[in-house]
């Protein structure tokens, strides 16, 4: 999908751009002499890799089930196992093996495949976004969109609303995902739905979302 | 003093083959790391991300951005599409400790030529840091190519892993329900949690050594 790559080739530029101008400072900073650093920058470039390095670790956290004690008890794994081994392999996959046990056996339930599909005009299940295509909230491929609905056992002949965002560059990846994929899998009914249109009954507010109205 | 041309005069056959074994055998232990390493990342690239081409963006970024703690740190952000600038300053934030290593490599690489130096900059990471920091080889051409050679072989070994991470999960996708792979590989994304956990232990390892 064309929004997509747009938004990777974005992505992965911003992300060679840093990386490549970090890797070149030195050489253009001083260009041909091999000179000191000032005391103050090493300083510097010792404490700011490890703030950096501590904050990721707080906002991966946030990806992980933590409200429950299985991260914070593989986590201490991997730091025991480093302290004692100083090998990076066996402590992460210690790590990881420890994390999916306890996930897979005492986990809690993970949140939005068992709930009810709802699906109406005023909650589209597909949605088209410059960023890619969604299924309900998560952005999904063309291919898992549509085994999706079959999982969730959506009926063939069911009105598929699909939402296009009004500020939406590509009306031809709504086309392409009708034809291509929905029709060939037989859902033969779709609607593009614009977000101007819906704004009115599409689910803006996160409260909204929880409590869709009942039918 | 030497000139530029003689400085990098090209090697006997049979002294270039010594450097690239040299170089190809220095390079083992980065093959272990990189392509398991790259392979987990690519995995969870096509695992968590929802990117129609999962297997083009991980060819793309692990050519693009040789950073394995990027690779990982990528996923989260990418699958709540999350905008560009973002990238920019995570990776300003990771990346900033490379800034440190281009200064010990200023007088070894003076007059190298332009697009190898390019090459040599694009590869500056820990492990290929690492061995190029510790290279005996004096003479300038030899210690050039061992650079250059030892560049090549990792850049290649980390961009195989995250394709064929990327690769493998993508073929998976496409034979079996997503949602069952979802909830197979959950705890997956565990793995990123636990490569930042075991640089910042090293990291303060590494301060406690240094600061008293």
Not at chain 2, 131 to 157: G, K
Not at chain 2, 185 to 208: P, R, S
């Amino acid at each position: 999908m064309e929004n997509e790559f747009l938004y990777m080739l974005a992505v992965v530029g911003a992300g060679w751009a840093v990386t490549y101008a970090m890797r070149a400072l030195p050489f253009l900073l001083f260009a041909g002499r091999g000179r000191e650093l000032p005391a103050w920058v090493t300083r510097f470039g010792s404490f700011i890799s490890p703030v950096v390095i501590a904050s990721l670790i707080v906002y991966s956290y946030s990806g992980l089930q933590w409200r429950t004690p299985w991260p914070y008890l593989a986590g201490a794994l991997t730091v025991a196992l480093h302290l004692w081994k100083g090998n990076p392999l066996v402590s992460i996959s210690a790590g990881v093996a420890l994390y999916m046990a306890l996930v897979s056996c005492c986990g809690c339930a993970s949140t939005h495949h068992d709930r009810e599909l709802v699906y109406d005009a005023a909650h589209p299940l597909i949605h088209f976004t410059n960023k890619g295509m969604k299924f309900r909230d998560r952005y999904v491929t063309p291919e898992e969109a549509v085994r999706l609905l079959k999982k969730h056992k959506v009926p063939k002949d069911a009105t598929i609303h699909m939402l296009v965002d009004e500020d939406f560059s590509s009306p031809r990846a709504t086309w392409v995902f009708q034809h291509n994929y929905l029709g060939k899998a037989g859902y033969r009914k779709a609607i593009v739905v614009h977000a101007r249109h819906a704004s009115s009954s599409a689910p803006k507010r996160r409260d909204d979302r929880r409590n869709p109205p009942r039918r | 003093m030497l000139n530029v041309s003689e400085r990098f005069s090209p090697l006997a056959p049979r002294e270039r083959r010594a450097v690239l074994r040299r170089a190809f055998v220095d390079s083992l232990p980065v093959l272990m790391g990189y392509t398991s390493m790259g392979f987990v990342a690519g995995a969870l690239l096509a695992a968590k991300a929802g990117l129609g081409h999962a297997t083009l963006w991980g060819l793309l970024s692990s050519a693009m951005c040789v950073s394995g703690t990027f690779s990982f740190a990528m996923v989260q952000p990418v699958a709540d599409r999350a905008p560009a600038w973002t990238f920019a300053l995570l990776a300003a934030g990771l990346n900033f400790r490379y800034a440190f290593y281009g200064f010990t490599m200023l007088a070894r690489w003076k007059d190298v030529p332009l697009l190898r130096k390019l090459f040599l900059v694009h590869m500056l990471s820990d492990e290929n840091y690492a061995l190029e920091a510790a290279c005996r080889y004096a003479r300038p051409s030899a210690n050039l190519l061992y650079c250059m050679s030892l560049s090549a072989m990792n850049l290649s070994y980390w961009v195989a892993g995250v394709t064929a991470g990327a690769f493998a999960v993508t073929l998976l996708q496409g034979a079996l329900d997503p949602d069952l792979i979802r909830a197979r590989t959950n705890g997956l994304e565990f793995a990123m949690v636990a490569l930042f956990l075991v640089i910042f232990t090293d990291q303060a390892k590494e301060i406690a050594k240094h600061g008293k």
